[in-house]
């Protein structure tokens, strides 16, 4: 079964690129293909032109990146 999550706590690039403080959405996809331990989207669908992330999870990575 799959990981169970409240519809409330997903974002779309646009919401994940606000809160790493990119200037583009688009630098999403940049950060997904630099980074191997950026958050895999929760739902990914059309080739990976949908994407949405769990709000946790990106928050999560963002403050590890912070402390380090």
């Not at 959405?25 to 032109?49: C, H």
Request: one cysteine or more; glycine letters at 8%; a negative charge.
């Amino acid at each position: 079964m799959g990981r169970l999550v409240d519809l409330d706590d997903l974002i779309d690039v646009g919401e994940v690129a606000e809160i790493l403080g990119l200037a583009h959405k688009n630098s999403v996809t940049t950060y997904m293909r630099r980074y191997d331990d950026f958050p895999e989207p929760a739902i990914e669908f059309a080739d990976g032109k949908c994407r949405t992330w769990l709000r946790q999870d990106v928050e999560g990575w963002r403050a590890t990146r912070e402390d380090g």
